[in-house]
């Protein structure tokens, strides 16, 4: 009997001693997990934040010098583990954080990619710019890509600004101006002219190098309309649009003036840009502008000249009479490009044609508002304004007995008019092909030259395609 109740005792015992402990254990386990989820968020948090934190503005001079003591700026798709390597000289306080790319993600991924205005910049030409003081700031974007831990996908983005502002030379001064405006402007026809010429819809601003708003003085659409670009900058002749009406529908060009105040930064650039076109800089909706074709300055220094297209549209259902013919219309040279227009006459946002190009024609078209039209492709038409007609005898390409005369040559042929200006290519026949031809400024290597019929010197830049040399090609 006393063994048996010694047996029990001990049993107990043994029971007691390890119930008490098993509890807690378990306890303790489950909130050690919870706790190391929100820890570890936190931490990635953290880590974001510490990438973050390493960008900040600069100016581009301060950029350059990193760059040249050998830190790096790599555009592009990227690991985060290589991004502090290959863009040092976008890091203004590098993260002290050691294991932040381990904290964020081994899958973590950072873009990096650089632009002026609206215009984007490629890893070739990012130092050139950078190096241009004419150049506007440059603005990098930088997007982290990484997995939280409920593996959500999170994308975090920061910027640095190489600014023109401190470290430059004259750095106050106005080095750039970029003339912002809607190009083209439509308008109904038998609408009143009132609407183009008032000066609060021309949409038109003047931002410096800084992206910063320039005083432009007084702003004056004028109340002539021309049937060209060129017509319409240097005020050739008397308006196409009679009365106070737009009768007929079509495009038209209008010039836009800038005056500027006396003693004003922007009259100081004017002058200053006439006397050293190299030094100051103008651009067009963020594209760099050439005098004569994108802007004229006035003779007095005073005033810059812009010129906006006007396209004049008809509320009615276009009667268009279609009849055949054979022949080639050849575009004029005004302008850099003209538009074209498809079957239902609205213009065709990504197709025109290049200045002093011929092109088959194999129809005409006439509407009720007078309007000519020819097709050189299917369902692509010229404006008749815009081109010269003949029957195919007499154009400005090569008379087809071929060329001659070929030499193998190395070389760069370079275009050198301002953006939107096309140059026809020719073939090996010296004739000008339908649908082929080159954009300005461009560059194209050279192995052969050859003689035209028309005395004209060509250049191979591919197989079989010419291009003929003249104004606006530079050859090297």
């Not at 990438?51 to 950029?63: I, K, L, P, R």
């Not at 190096?131 to 603005?139: I, L, M, Q, R």
């Not at 197709?351 to 369902?379: F, I, S």
């Amino acid at each position: 009997m006393k063994k048996s109740i010694k047996y029990a005792g001990i049993a107990a015992a043994t029971l007691l001693a390890v119930a008490p402990v098993a509890a807690p254990v378990v306890s303790t386990t489950a909130q050690a997990a919870v706790t190391s989820v929100a820890t570890d968020q936190s931490k990635q948090n953290n880590a974001v934040t510490a990438f973050g934190n390493q960008f900040g503005e600069d100016t581009a001079v301060n950029v350059m010098k990193k760059v040249n003591a050998g830190d790096k700026i790599t555009l592009g798709t990227q690991k985060l583990s290589e991004f502090a390597g290959n863009n040092g000289a976008l890091i203004k306080t590098p993260a002290t954080l050691d294991s932040m790319n381990d904290l964020i993600g081994s899958d973590a991924t950072v873009a990096v990619s650089a632009k002026y205005g609206s215009t984007s910049i490629n890893q070739d030409d990012l130092t050139k710019i950078l190096n241009d003081k004419t150049y506007p700031a440059v603005e990098f974007t930088i997007t982290l890509n990484y997995n939280n831990l409920n593996d959500q996908a999170v994308s975090k983005t920061y910027t640095v600004k190489a600014t023109r502002t401190t470290d430059d030379n004259n750095a106050n001064e106005l080095k750039t101006v970029n003339a912002k405006f809607t190009t083209p402007v439509s308008v109904a026809l038998d609408s009143t002219t009132t609407s183009t010429q008032l000066t609060a819809t021309t949409d038109i601003k003047l931002t410096d190098q800084n992206g910063d708003g320039v005083v432009a003085g007084t702003v004056t659409p004028s109340a002539k309309y021309y049937n060209t670009y060129a017509d319409a900058m240097n005020d050739n002749g008397t308006s196409v649009v009679t009365g106070s009406k737009f009768t007929k529908a079509g495009t038209y060009y209008q010039a836009i003036s800038f005056t500027a105040g006396e003693g004003s930064s922007l009259a100081t650039f004017i002058s200053n840009y006439t006397q050293d076109p190299s030094s100051y800089t103008v651009y067009v909706n963020g594209a760099k502008a050439s005098a004569g074709y994108d802007f004229k300055p006035s003779s007095d220094n005073t005033t810059l000249t812009f010129v906006r297209a006007i396209n004049v549209f008809s509320n009615t259902t276009d009667q268009w009479t279609t009849t055949d013919t054979t022949g080639v219309v050849t575009t004029k040279s005004a302008s850099k490009y003209y538009t074209l227009k498809n079957d239902d006459n609205v213009t065709i946002a990504n197709r025109a044609l290049g200045a002093n190009t011929p092109w088959r024609t194999d129809k005409v078209r006439t509407n009720q508002d007078g309007v000519k039209q020819y097709r050189v492709a299917t369902g692509e038409w010229i404006d008749a304004d815009n081109v010269v007609y003949s029957n195919g005898n007499n154009n400005n390409s090569n008379n087809g007995s071929g060329l001659t005369d070929i030499k193998t040559v190395s070389g760069v042929a370079t275009l050198t008019k301002a953006k939107g200006y096309y140059m026809a290519l020719f073939n090996d026949e010296g004739k000008a092909y339908d649908n082929k031809y080159l954009g300005s400024p461009s560059a194209w290597r050279v192995d052969r030259t050859a003689k035209g019929a028309d005395g004209n010197t060509y250049y191979r830049v591919a197989t079989s395609e010419w291009l003929q040399a003249g104004e606006g090609v530079s050859f090297k």
